[in-house]
């Protein structure tokens, strides 16, 4: 347990943090990649080109920018396996009443 000073400043370095843009993340990661990751942030975290390269090809590599809505999503040829776990809500037993 952290003492109130401790807390306090926790608090204040978070909200300057938030103030500039950051938000905290936490990953769990192979012990292997945790160099990788560390530099990545920190590359990211910066303004300059460099770290406009990273992002730039990031998002090339991760994304999927020819997808833009729903439907290009589902109507996509990604395996069944990608959407498991999504839909496993029960449906609603009958119909719900409905004033109009």
């Known amino acids: 347990?952290?003492?109130k000073s401790q807390r306090k400043a926790t608090r204040t370095h978070r909200r300057r943090a938030a103030a500039r843009g950051f938000v905290r993340v936490e990953v769990q990661?192979?012990?292997q990649d945790v160099g990788l990751i560390r530099a990545l942030a920190e590359t990211l975290r910066g303004k300059d080109k460099k770290a406009e390269e990273a992002r730039s090809t990031l998002n090339k590599?991760?994304?999927h920018p020819e997808m833009t809505t729903a439907f290009d999503v589902f109507g996509s040829e990604?395996?069944?396996?990608?959407?498991?776990?999504v839909f496993d809500e029960?449906?609603?037993?009958?119909w719900?009443?409905?004033d109009l």
């Open 61 to 63: 590599v991760l994304t």
């Open 29 to 31: 990661a192979p012990r």
């Open 1 to 3: 347990m952290a003492s």
């Open 78 to 85: 990604l395996p069944d396996e990608f959407f498991a776990g």
């Open 90 to 94: 029960p449906r609603q037993r009958g």
């Open 96 to 98: 719900r009443k409905v």
